[in-house]
Nanobody, 124 residues
C-alpha cells in the first residue's frame, strides 16, 4: 500500500490550498481515509476523515474551513483548505484505516497506512 500526498505549499493567511492523496494497493472507497497534521513541536493531530460510506469528521479547529472528499475513479482523497490561518502551518499526512468504521477514527494509532507528509506554510 502506498499513499502519495501532494499539494502543499506557501500561502498567505486567508488563502486556499487543496491537498491530494492518491492511493495504490488500496481502494480508498473501501477504507476510512483521513488527514493528520503535525506542527513544529506538537503531536500528529487529526484534521479530517471520510469513511467508506461517506461519513465525515473534522477537528473543531478546521470545521467550516476545510472539506474532505473522495474521487473513486481517481482513487484519490482531497482536503480542500479555505480561510487558512498561520496556525494551520504544519506537515500534513494522509492515512488509511481499512476497517469499515462508522466514524473516521481520530487517533493516529488506528491507522496502519501513511503517506509521506506535505508541507503547508501559511504566512501572516
Amino acid at each position: 500500500v502506498q499513499l502519495q500526498a501532494s499539494g502543499g505549499g506557501l500561502v498567505q493567511a486567508g488563502g486556499s490550498l487543496r491537498l491530494s492523496c492518491a492511493g495504490s494497493g488500496l481502494t480508498v472507497s473501501r477504507a476510512s481515509m483521513s488527514w493528520f497534521r503535525r506542527a513544529p513541536g506538537k503531536e500528529r493531530d487529526f484534521v479530517a476523515g471520510i469513511t467508506w460510506n461517506d461519513n465525515t469528521n473534522y477537528a473543531d479547529s478546521v470545521k467550516g474551513r476545510f472539506a474532505i472528499s473522495r474521487d473513486n475513479a481517481q482513487n484519490t482523497v482531497y482536503l480542500q483548505m479555505n480561510g487558512l490561518e498561520p496556525e494551520d502551518t504544519a506537515v500534513y499526512y494522509c492515512a488509511a484505516d481499512p476497517r469499515r468504521v462508522v466514524v473516521p477514527p481520530t487517533s493516529r494509532y488506528d491507522y496502519n497506512h501513511w503517506g509521506r507528509g506535505t508541507q503547508v506554510t501559511v504566512s501572516s
